[in-house]
């Protein structure tokens, strides 16, 4: 699935005010392949959940409608949307495709 | 001797493997030589017998054969690991510090003299029995950690009694009651402890596989990352046999999902408080979160809905606050809970308490700190349900002079990140018009004082 450019806009800015506050050495990278969570995973539990907030608020700004990214729905998935910028960019598409 | 019972099972246990630190593994013969060794630098050293004194390390070979050479010493001993490292100036000078044993990365000790001089009223009256403390700290109701005086004696009694012995990870802190209980049920049935340097879910899932370690004790949030991280399907975890959780409320979601990724696994929650130490407990079954609580020692009843329990175990007092018992001694947790027979649905403490991935941030602390920040008119800081780490810190600000939205949140945002421990650090930050206070002019932090006000 192709990344909505403006989820990718939306992903980046968050990552941009997640950068805001980080030591300069562990500054994430602006790309889809960016691991977030898990295996060599840039964040922690609180880098995390500050992420997913961020990326909420932006998606709403970006496309003016509001969707959860953390919850019972996001933890039974098979494969984990948080694990790459990408991976959280198609589950972004997919909820956003469902509300349509 | 209070820690006779174990030197002598760790006699018996000779070469079985104690302690599993930086992957090297410590067997009980040589555990019991550096106690020894410890025990007998002490009689002959110039720490005098109830001395306060600060252990900074982990569990490590050497820090464990110093907490127990010390308690043996009849010290008063308050344990820190660098995970308090921002708090650390505070609890020397709450503990009254006086000497400093500081294990570095090889696990060698350096003794320090500190400006403290060991004086409190509690400390005599510990000094007068003989025994040896341990003072943990815990966080106070006006966010000022408060300092726990434990009877090392006491404490350690429960220990007496063999039980199972399983390979076990240390994932619980060094300086935690329940990293204390992990370390001490480990020790008194010779079982191997493996410890971590890094807490990160591949991490811990490596420790597993590799040392097939068996009893697994976390918190509920340590679960939810875990199955977010997918470590579990990187590693081989079918030498565990227990999944032990504790510290925070469970969400029956994340414990629905462990049972189904662990069916082998019995899954138990675990019940303590650093005032009156940990509970024995059982779960009604792995996806259940109904608990009973008690064990030797331990009593427990509900008033208004709270828990209390009287623990013989329990501290002797705040080191800085006044007690928290009732006249007749039951110590009052602050969690409501629900009771159905001998059984116990915990719901989370009763007050604003924001529970953090079983960390516990005091609203008025960061409200605190907020409040100095230029242009900032009123706070409220209060809690917002997360699935993954159970809350989040969140703030409304109101503004003194117009500022552009924005490049405020910015601003607080960075200045909170300098200066606080991460999980106190807001996730959210909104700027309002004015800050809602109730008919008491109090502010208010949950959405049930909304309700009521509204209704």
Known sequence: ?100 | MPVEFLLNRFEEAGDRPAIVWQDRVCNYRTLLERTRYWQEWLERGDIDRGTVTVLEGDFSPEAVALLLALTSHECIIVPMTTAVELKKKEFIETADGEVSFVLDQEDRAEVRKLSGRGQHELYDELRERRHAGLVLFSSGTTGKSKAILHDMVRLLKKYHVERHDFTTLAFLLFDHIAGMDTLFYCLSNRSCLVTLQDRSPDAVCRAIEKYRVEVLPVSATFLNLLIYSEAYKRHDLSSLKYIAYGSEVMLQSTLDRCAQLFPGVTILQKYGTTEVGTLRSKSRSSDSLWVKLGGEGFETRVVDGMLQIKAHSAMMGYLNAPSPFTEDGWFITGDTVEQDGEYYRIHGRACDIINVGGEKVFPTEVEDFIQTLDNVAEVVVYGEPNPITGNIVCADISLAAHEDAAECIRRIKRACAANMQPWKVPVKVNIVDRIQLSERFKKMRRPDDYAQVKG
């Open chain 1, 1 to 100: 699935m192709a990344a909505d450019s403006r989820i990718t806009n939306a992903l980046f800015s968050a990552i941009d005010e997640l950068n805001d506050i980080r030591p300069q050495d562990q500054q994430l990278e602006k790309s889809l392949d960016t691991v977030l969570f898990g295996q060599d995973g840039k964040l922690d539990s609180i880098g995390l959940v500050s992420f997913i907030v961020a990326a909420e608020q932006k998606i709403a700004q970006e496309t003016g409608r509001s969707i959860t990214l953390a919850d019972e729905r996001a933890m039974s998935q098979k494969n984990s949307p948080f694990r790459t910028v990408g991976t959280l960019a198609d589950y972004c598409s997919m909820l956003l495709a469902e509300g349509e």
